[in-house]
């Protein structure tokens, strides 16, 4: 059975619900200049990481639909909404025989959450995406649900300190 990935291009983002940049903005300041009192600390590679989790990957991938955290999209978005001069690296992992029989698999799905950000107003520019391959298990790939997990996009935002 395919999934909607290969079927679909995801084009409706009509599911997203809308982000108060206006809202939000107050608080990730706050965050940014925790972080720059910090540069020195515990948050010395100067970049914000998090794993867009495999659950979320699967859910997609079988009808279309954005069952995200929208709190880590809300994130992403309005710093990348502060910080006009920093991009967003999608890397993008698979298991190693989605890998093997798809390996256009990990495009597509960067290529999706890559639209979830432009839906939201960022420059497609601004957004990288690196393909892992399936180079980078977060777990086994001799079973199903370890090949379930190693299926991931991590987000990162590098260099946020200005």
Request: aromatic share 8%.
């Amino acid at each position: 059975m395919q999934s909607q990935t290969e079927t679909s291009d995801c084009s409706d983002l009509t599911s997203l619900e809308e982000i108060n940049l206006e809202e939000i903005r107050p608080s990730m300041e706050k965050y940014l200049m925790a972080i720059e009192k910090d540069k020195n600390g515990t948050n010395n590679e100067n970049t914000i990481k998090t794993f867009y989790c495999p659950p979320t990957i699967l859910a997609f991938e079988k009808n279309c639909s954005f069952p995200i955290n929208t709190n880590i999209i809300k994130f992403y978005v309005s710093l990348l909404d502060i910080r006009k001069d920093t991009k967003l690296i999608l890397y993008v992992n698979s298991d190693t025989l989605e890998y093997k029989e798809n390996p256009e698999m990990n495009l597509k799905r960067a290529e999706t959450v890559k639209k979830i950000f432009t839906h939201y107003g960022i420059d497609s520019n601004r957004i990288l995406i690196e393909n892992l391959g399936a180079e980078y298990p977060m777990d086994t790939n001799k079973t199903e649900q370890g090949r379930k997990n190693n299926k991931y996009i991590r987000l990162s935002i590098p260099n946020i300190i200005s």
